[in-house]
């Protein structure tokens, strides 16, 4: 899709996240100079197949798997520096070379142990409210940024300033620990040393990652922007207050890398040929427990960052339709969708019904969104192997009437369909081989 008129092309999540970008991403990478990231942080879980290798990335870019391409991260990500380093160590462990291909925004906010503590501290204290939170300390990182005491990559070269920073931090941490009745200590020293010692690895990534992209998009380079989580984790137009601390949804591309959003020329989302969801809150048409364990299993749904077992459901119309509107969606691509080979029967979530009446967008209410109930149409599986299929005439008739009914309900054309978990499988509907 990075051909043509398309220079800088969005790819984002337009359900709960783990729709499968990070394999489209890696697909689309041939193509692109530059892969970035501009929100989210170690709460994103992209995996990423290669032959029999699997990676799983959190912060890097998939793009670090094709070698020679750049990746970037911009001001819109908050990083957690001891993590980042890991991940770099692992990929050159597997033969990955990291060194000179990462750019690190200086304004991007860092991370730190304490809002992990935190993060987990007051997860804790919600009991049964909890949010289901990855514990990574997103949430209370974006905190410390928009209360304007956060600590930027920038801060590391200024070892003074820093050192004022960590203790004014940890201190307020502490206080907001004790408050959780949680003894845990932190100790600033210990911070302050640690990011001392990153200081001169990440220091010679920083730079202002909006110019020089920007730089880049003029010396006719192309540009993929990778989003993290999906439309309805966003923190404005998702189920809030079940959704993460960022703006997950396009606009949040053009603003986490310092880019003007008329550079964006496109915008791929990604969807799951069904739903799933990870942490807590509404998921409309979430499947009763053993179907949704039968699911759970045929996709292999569980967290890639936590683990944790994901819930699953129905394809649901509504969200897309939503997430097509917020992002300005140029066209779909279609993920999982040999998962659902194996069954008879399929449903498709066309609307919501609420007392009575046909609801045709999602609600911000969370009480409404407890009591409504999906509008289904059944469709007949196709019960036979998609993930041989390299052209959409490959296909079974059946999983072509499921895609046709997608790209209906939807309004969008479907531009990939992938059909397993490899580079390979995978169908460009406009194209010979994906590109
Ligand atoms: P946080 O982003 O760790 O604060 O978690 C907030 C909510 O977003 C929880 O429900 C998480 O499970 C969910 N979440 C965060 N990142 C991801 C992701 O990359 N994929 C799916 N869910 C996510
Ligand atoms: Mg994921």
């Known amino acids: 899709m990075l051909k043509g008129d398309v220079r800088c092309l969005d790819v984002v999540g337009s359900q709960w996240g783990d729709e499968g970008k990070g394999k489209i991403v890696d697909v689309l990478a041939k193509d692109a100079d530059w892969v970035a990231r501009y929100q989210g942080g170690a709460n994103a879980g992209h995996t990423v197949r290669i032959g029999d290798d699997q990676f799983i990335l959190h912060q890097i870019p998939s793009g670090i798997l094709h070698p020679g391409k750049r990746c970037a991260l911009g001001n819109g990500v908050v990083l957690d520096p001891v993590t980042f380093f890991e991940e770099i160590h692992e990929l050159e462990r597997r033969g990955h070379k990291v060194d000179g291909r990462v750019l690190v925004s200086s304004r991007v906010q860092l991370v730190l142990s304490y809002h992990k503590l935190l993060d987990r501290a007051q997860e804790a204290s919600r009991g049964k409210g909890a949010i289901g939170t990855t514990g990574r300390g997103i949430g209370n990182a974006y905190e410390d940024k928009v209360a304007r005491v956060g600590i930027r990559v920038a801060d590391l070269a200024a070892p003074e300033r820093l050192r004022e920073l960590v203790e004014a931090g940890t201190a307020r941490a502490q206080g907001k620990l004790r408050a959780l009745a949680s003894d845990t200590a932190v100790a600033a020293g210990q911070i302050y040393d640690e990011l001392c010692g990153l200081a001169p690895r990440l220091l010679p990534m920083a730079c202002d990652v909006g110019l020089a992209l920007r730089k880049a998009l003029d010396r006719g380079e192309k540009l993929l922007l990778e989003g993290a989580q999906g439309a309805m984790l966003d923190v404005d137009h998702g189920t809030y207050p079940y959704v993460t601390s960022s703006n997950t949804t396009a ?23 069904y739903t799933t969801r990870v942490g807590s809150g509404p998921l409309p048409t979430e499947l009763p427990p053993e179907q949704a364990a039968h699911l759970r299993e045929l996709g292999a749904e569980y967290g890639a960052t936590t683990g944790r077992p994901r819930r699953t459901g129905w394809f649901d119309a509504v969200v897309v339709r939503y997430a097509a509107r917020l992002n300005g969606i140029t066209a779909l691509a279609v993920s999982k ?45 196709w019960q036979s192997t998609t993930s041989d299929a390299r052209r959409l005439e490959d296909l079974p008739s059946g999983a072509r009437a499921y895609l046709d009914r997608i790209g209906g309900l939807t309004g969008l054309p479907i531009r990939y369909i992938s059909v397993g978990t490899r580079r390979r499988e995978i169908i460009d509907v406009e194209g010979s081989g994906a590109g």
């Open 337 to 381: 969708l040999d998962v659902l080979d194996p069954l008879p029967e399929l449903k498709l979530c066309v609307g919501y019904g609420l007392r009575g009446e046909r609801l045709e967008e999602f609600p911000a209410d969370l009480a409404m969104l407890a009591e409504i109930e999906p509008i289904y149409e059944t469709v007949p599986g």
């Open 251 to 273: 606009g949040a591309a053009a603003v986490g890398l310092g880019l003007g959003p008329t550079a964006i020329d496109a915008v791929l989302g990604v969807v799951k040929a």
